[in-house]
């Protein structure tokens, strides 16, 4: 137990918290940041290691429209360490592989001239008749492409990955996640001749940076910085319980063994599940807050990686599976992010996700299992003979996405209200914490701010950041602080 209080502790080591932790260490704090994992850090940004292989458990593209990100990344990690990837990404559907972005004469060849019609003719029957408030994905997605477009080409994928019907889906996640995109983004991104100043639609970007051994290298090197500087990051310890007291916070956490320790602070910053959060505060938060925090929903995924005893098989980064005949969602290939992701160049590795729920019946099935059914799916995809595949492992992610069901926004804002009135110095930041499916630059931009807020140098609010890392209000003047000047939202 340790007597000393810091200014800040904090919880988890992903993006998030390791980033917060990473800012605190330039305005001369010490921090102490709590991971669950006694091995890696990163979170879903991890990157796990077998038998040589390095696997990217999620799959992640280093591309932001914020040049402060972009250049914290390399901050983080020399430049010698990164790679550019070209964006190769294709869609399996019915036996055929489809470029993404759709090409649309590839599309009209391989659909056949029927289907093509009905495509088109749905698409211009969904502009006709607009749904004028969407309230649910399907909604969403068929105003932006038409129904046949969305049958083919989102629906099936998209199910698997929230394990729920479209309709059921809020209209949010569309909006937040894929921004901008519609058919004719997605046509004239691939006819037209990319042109200096033109708006890039995230989603559909060529090219991206990668570091040369996985997202992993970089928050491990992250960690490693946090701790050179006097922070400390403790691995495999859990926390059991968040208690207000006079000099500010008290975290206690609980390791493998069973051993108990004590933090002190003034500020928490939290970027572990919202739920989690609540479960954790001492005295026990309200009933109807308590009701609320557990009707926050996540979907977990697994991912099965398989080694190939072939030195090439796809040319993609991944592949999305739009098959309702096969449980897996999409393929990565790991050679095509980085070759040393590979320790044995004769061979690949492909990583199979499947999106469940823990506890159902592809979460409960032994690893052998689930090696065994993601063989039998390759092959049965066409994408590798079962007889080469030589061996394989099951990397398990518990709460990867938070879901965007019916009456989320308001349980979180119920929440996020009852924290900010009655948890002062409670900071949360990131996916999970503020239960919102954001992409990793996002996730960085809010560690940022609240490790600012924490330190006293910005008033910034990091509900305010929007899932392509920009922050929403004009910024109008700013503030010194120990690590420079700050920007601070206008008066609205």
Same mark, same amino acid.
Not at 190 to 207: C, E, F, H, N, Y
Not at 401 to 428: F, K, M, N
């Given at each position: 137990?340790?007597?000393?209080?810091?200014?800040?502790?904090?919880?988890?080591?992903?993006?998030?918290?390791?980033?917060?932790?990473?800012?605190?260490?330039?305005?001369?704090?010490?921090?102490?940041?709590?991971?669950?994992?006694?091995?890696?850090?990163?979170?879903?940004?991890?990157?796990?290691?077998?038998?040589?292989?390095?696997?990217?458990?999620?799959?992640?593209?280093?591309?932001?429209?914020?040049?402060?990100?972009?250049?914290?990344?390399?901050?983080?990690?020399?430049?010698?360490?990164?790679?550019?990837?070209?964006?190769?990404?294709?869609?399996?559907?019915?036996?055929?592989? %489809?470029? &993404? /972005?759709? $090409?649309?004469?590839?599309? #009209?060849?391989?659909?056949?001239?029927? =289907?093509?019609?009905?495509?088109? *003719?749905?698409?211009?029957?969904?502009?006709?008749?607009?749904?004028?408030?969407?309230?649910?994905?399907?909604?969403?997605?068929?105003?932006?492409?038409?129904?046949?477009?969305?049958?083919?080409?989102?629906?099936?994928?998209?199910?698997?990955?929230?394990?729920?019907?479209?309709?059921?889906?809020?209209?949010?996640?569309?909006?937040?996640?894929?921004?901008?995109?519609?058919?004719?983004?997605?046509?004239?991104?691939?006819?037209?001749?990319?042109?200096?100043?033109?708006?890039?639609?995230?989603?559909?970007?060529?090219? %991206?940076? &990668? /570091?040369? $051994?996985?997202?992993?290298? #970089?928050?491990?090197?992250?960690?490693? =910085?946090?701790?050179?500087?006097? *922070?400390?990051?403790?691995?495999?310890?859990?926390?059991?319980?968040?208690?207000?007291?006079?000099?500010?916070?008290?975290?206690?956490?609980?390791?493998?063994?069973?051993?108990?320790?004590?933090?002190?602070?003034?500020?928490?910053?939290?970027?572990?599940?919202?739920?989690?959060?609540?479960?954790?505060?001492?005295?026990?938060?309200?009933?109807?807050?308590?009701?609320?925090?557990?009707?926050?929903?996540?979907?977990?995924?697994?991912?099965?990686?398989?080694?190939?005893?072939?030195?090439?098989?796809?040319?993609?980064?991944?592949? &999305?599976?739009?098959?309702?005949?096969?449980?897996?969602?999409?393929?990565?290939?790991?050679?095509?992010?980085?070759?040393?992701?590979?320790?044995?160049?004769?061979?690949?590795?492909?990583?199979?996700?499947?999106?469940?729920?823990?506890?159902?019946?592809?979460?409960?099935?032994?690893?052998?299992?689930?090696?065994?059914?993601?063989?039998?799916?390759?092959?049965?995809?066409?994408?590798?003979?079962?007889?080469?595949?030589?061996?394989?492992?099951?990397?398990?992610?518990?709460?990867?996405?938070?879901?965007?069901?019916?009456?989320?926004?308001?349980?979180?804002?119920?929440?996020?209200?009852?924290?900010?009135?009655?948890?002062?110095?409670?900071?949360?930041?990131?996916?999970?914490?503020?239960?919102?499916?954001?992409?990793?630059?996002?996730?960085?931009?809010?560690?940022?701010?609240?490790?600012?807020?924490?330190?006293?140098?910005?008033?910034?609010?990091?509900?305010?950041?929007?899932?392509?890392?920009?922050?929403?209000?004009?910024?109008?003047?700013?503030?010194?602080?120990?690590?420079?000047?700050?920007?601070?939202?206008?008066?609205?």
């Amino acid at each position: 137990m340790s007597d000393r209080v810091l200014q800040c502790v904090v919880l988890g080591a992903g993006p998030a918290g390791l980033t917060a932790a990473f800012e605190l260490t330039k305005q001369g704090q010490r921090p102490v940041v709590i991971e669950a994992d006694p091995e890696y850090v990163g979170g879903i940004a991890r990157t796990v290691q077998y038998r040589g292989y390095r696997i990217d458990v999620g799959g992640h593209r280093f591309f932001t429209k914020n040049p402060e990100i972009e250049t914290l990344w390399r901050e983080m990690l020399p430049a010698t360490e990164w790679l550019t990837c070209n964006r190769i990404t294709r869609i399996y559907y019915r036996g055929h592989f %489809f470029d &993404y /972005p759709v $090409r649309p004469f590839q599309a #009209l060849v391989k659909l056949g001239p029927f =289907t093509a019609a009905r495509c088109i *003719g749905s698409f211009v029957w969904a502009k006709l008749r607009p749904v004028r408030t969407p309230r649910n994905v399907e909604d969403w997605m068929v105003g932006q492409f038409g129904r046949r477009l969305f049958e083919i080409f989102f629906k099936t994928y998209t199910e698997k990955v929230w394990g729920m019907k479209t309709s059921e889906i809020s209209a949010d996640w569309a909006a937040q996640r894929i921004r901008g995109l519609s058919l004719w983004s997605t046509l004239t991104s691939a006819l037209l001749p990319k042109r200096r100043g033109r708006r890039v639609i995230t989603t559909l970007i060529d090219s %991206f940076s &990668y /570091p040369r $051994r996985g997202p992993g290298q #970089l928050w491990e090197n992250v960690a490693r =910085t946090v701790n050179e500087r006097g *922070g400390e990051v403790r691995m495999g310890e859990r926390v059991t319980a968040i208690s207000r007291t006079g000099r500010g916070w008290t975290v206690s956490t609980r390791d493998r063994t069973g051993e108990t320790f004590t933090h002190h602070a003034l500020h928490v910053i939290s970027s572990i599940p919202m739920g989690e959060l609540i479960a954790c505060l001492e005295p026990a938060a309200p009933p109807e807050i308590l009701a609320a925090a557990a009707r926050l929903h996540y979907r977990d995924f697994l991912n099965v990686a398989l080694v190939i005893d072939r030195p090439h098989l796809l040319k993609d980064n991944w592949i &999305y599976i739009h098959d309702p005949n096969v449980r897996v969602g999409r393929v990565q290939n790991s050679k095509a992010w980085s070759e040393a992701m590979v320790p044995d160049q004769a061979t690949c590795c492909l990583g199979l996700e499947y999106f469940c729920t823990a506890g159902d019946d592809l979460w409960q099935s032994s690893d052998a299992a689930l090696i065994e059914l993601a063989t039998r799916e390759i092959s049965k995809l066409g994408l590798c003979p079962a007889s080469a595949v030589r061996s394989g492992c099951v990397v398990r992610q518990a709460k990867a996405y938070p879901v965007y069901d019916d009456g989320y926004a308001e349980t979180v804002a119920t929440i996020r209200t009852w924290l900010e009135r009655s948890a002062p110095g409670i900071h949360c930041a990131g996916r999970n914490a503020m239960h919102k499916y954001n992409n990793m630059d996002h996730s960085m931009m809010t560690g940022l701010i609240v490790a600012r807020r924490a330190a006293g140098v910005s008033a910034q609010d990091p509900w305010k950041v929007n899932g392509e890392a920009e922050y929403h209000e004009v910024v109008t003047e700013t503030v010194p602080g120990p690590g420079g000047r700050y920007p601070q939202p206008a008066v609205l």
